[in-house]
């Protein structure tokens, strides 16, 4: 990562994969072109910001012309790192992990979980693709199978202790699940995903 991808805003990040999924839509519906107006509209902002996002990286299109969906699509993916596909471990195998393990919306993508780790192996588990170990297993297993994605869905006590296994056996990106924040090096990625958070900012809204 070159010191200009260092300045590029975090929102503007998260908001690339929208991008992506949107012209994945304008695609299926035989579009080629698409304004940076229309692009707006779907996705509930202006044509001045995404605009801007996009200048971040470049210059995908001409005025007046809108952008090339093809072309926008595949610059983007290649930004994304989603033109190669990446293996991931899940660490715990209760039923939330069971259900990532499960969800088969991650191998569509390009994410392929190659490996699941927990304090005591599980008696069954309905996917026979992935590597069952105990987390003392972890470091060696991940670097066997080359993954470079982490996927936490232990219980908040044990979570930090599971991150720092992740980052010492080389893990430079993680998805948790669990309901705490972690502290982690500079250099790690990292998104929380806590759903219950969710559900209490939209509950403001059910009785306005």
Not at 49 to 75: C, V
Not at 143 to 149: H, P
Request: aromatic share 6%; glycine share 6%; proline share 5%.
């Amino acid at each position: 990562m070159n010191e200009q991808e260092h300045d590029i805003p975090e929102i503007v990040i998260i908001r690339l994969p929208l991008y992506v999924r949107t012209l994945n839509e304008l695609k299926l519906l035989n579009q080629t072109t698409v304004s940076s107006q229309h692009l707006g509209n779907l996705l509930q902002t202006t044509p001045a910001q995404i605009r801007k996002d996009f200048s971040h990286f470049g210059k995908f299109g001409k005025q007046g012309r809108g952008y090339n969906i093809d072309y926008l699509l595949d610059e983007l993916r290649k930004i994304l790192n989603l033109n190669q596909k990446w293996n991931t471990c899940v660490i715990g195998i209760g039923n939330l992990g069971q259900a990532v393990i499960n969800y088969q919306g991650f191998k569509n993508e390009g994410y392929l979980i190659k490996a699941a780790f927990d304090i005591s192996l599980p008696s069954r588990l309905d996917n026979k693709d992935i590597v069952i170990k105990t987390i003392s297993d972890m470091k060696n297993t991940i670097k066997e199978l080359n993954i470079k994605i982490g996927i936490v869905t232990v219980p908040a006590p044990d979570a930090q202790g599971v991150i720092d296994r992740l980052v010492e056996s080389g893990i430079k990106a993680i998805l948790n699940y669990t309901p705490m924040k972690p502290v982690l090096p500079k250099n790690i990625a990292c998104i929380n995903i806590d759903p219950v958070l969710s559900l209490q900012s939209m509950s403001y809204y059910l009785d306005k």
